[in-house]
């Protein structure tokens, strides 16, 4: 139900920002999870405010885990750039702004052993595919 409310959700689809704002959901790690990015896009950079829902806490999702951190990457390869940590409350909420200088990219929030991991793990929880030119 919740879900709903969220509106239509985009999954691993490159999509256009003429609205601003993107819906994710959550992988097979993290079903119930659900995402809203709003997006602002400049000449030379794209600023990002993630807000995500119904996630569990990130020991949840493995042993050791203790953080869930924000990723992206050009679409078309590249290393991946931390976005940002998504610090996740008790009402299962969290909330994450950061700036890249991207505007096509990979977006994906990953459970980590380090809010300061130097690249992201395996267990990606969120993911989208970002086109914010339009």
């Avoid at 691993?12 to 819906?23: E, M, Q, T, W």
């Avoid at 405010?49 to 924000?70: C, F, M, S, W």
């Avoid at 200088?101 to 052993?113: G, K, Q, S």
Wanted: glycine share 8%.
């Amino acid at each position: 139900m919740k879900r709903a409310l969220w509106g239509c959700a985009v999954l691993l689809a490159v999509s256009a920002c003429a609205g601003r704002k993107l819906y994710l959901e959550g992988t097979a790690t993290a079903p119930a999870a659900v995402g809203r990015l709003q997006l602002d896009h400049d000449v030379n950079h794209t600023d990002v405010d993630l807000k995500v829902k119904q996630i569990d806490p990130a020991p949840r999702q493995g042993p050791g885990l203790t953080a869930y951190v924000v990723w992206v990457a050009p679409i078309f390869g590249g290393p991946f750039e931390r976005g940002g940590t998504l610090a996740v409350g008790p009402r299962r909420e969290g909330q994450v702004r950061f700036t890249t200088r991207l505007d096509r990219f990979r977006l994906i929030v990953t459970a980590e052993r380090s809010p300061l991991a130097p690249r992201p793990s395996r267990t990606v929880v969120l993911q989208t595919v970002v086109d914010a030119r339009h």
